[in-house]
């Protein structure tokens, strides 16, 4: 059964950083590309960024580049997500999303940037 786990949320400071975790089971992990979404209050869940099964290649939207880091470990099947330079406006639920699975949703980790 495919299982996807995200953790490290939390309320931070403008400015700050959080590093988010999913941990993924029930899939062979290095074959599927994983992705990060997020969804705020009122609005549609959104893309955020995208990599590749061997992690070689990776994409962000727009309103993260420069900003958020995703990367992976196929020995540990998690996939991470470098978030720098928070915004209020980055203040939403996170979550990933395997390739091969894309109905399968975890609970997502809350992430909240205010002062």
């Known amino acids: 059964q495919v299982q996807l786990v995200e953790s490290g949320g939390g309320l931070v400071q403008p400015g700050g950083s959080l590093r988010l975790s999913c941990a993924a089971s029930g899939f062979t992990f290095s074959t599927s590309g994983m992705r990060w979404y997020r969804q705020a209050p009122g609005k549609e869940r959104e893309l955020v960024a995208a990599?590749?099964?061997?992690?070689?290649?990776?994409n962000y939207a727009d309103f993260v580049k420069g900003r958020f880091t995703i990367s992976r470990d196929n020995v540990k099947n998690t996939v991470y997500l470098q978030m720098n330079s928070l915004k209020p406006e980055d203040t939403a639920v996170y979550y990933c999303?395997?390739?091969?699975?894309?109905?399968?949703w975890g609970r997502g980790t809350q992430v909240t940037v205010s002062s």
């Open positions: 990599i590749t099964g061997a992690g070689g290649n990776t």
């Open positions: 999303n395997a390739n091969w699975f894309p109905s399968r």
